[in-house]
């Protein structure tokens, strides 16, 4: 499993913008389609909130990637 650290002072990442920053997908349109056709879960859930804030602590996960935030 992968992890993810948070910058310094932020309590949360949008989930669109994590799997962007994590190569996952190229754009944010792709982002909002993987996300909008129900291709990412979120602590082993489907998630389908574009902008769903990623705390630490949660994982994501898509395609056998994983990510843990921390």
């Keep these: 499993m992968e992890n993810f650290t948070l910058k310094e002072g932020e309590e949360y990442i ?3 913008n994590l ?3 994590l190569g996952w997908v ?3 349109s792709e982002a909002h389609a993987r996300i909008d ?3 990412i879960k979120v602590n082993g859930a489907i998630e389908t909130q ?4 990623i705390r630490s602590g949660d994982v994501v996960m898509a395609d056998g990637q994983q990510v843990k935030v921390k």
């Design 14 to 16: 949008e989930l669109k």
């Design 19 to 21: 799997i962007k920053i």
């Design 26 to 28: 190229d754009t944010g």
């Design 37 to 39: 056709n129900q291709e």
């Design 50 to 53: 574009r902008r769903k804030k």
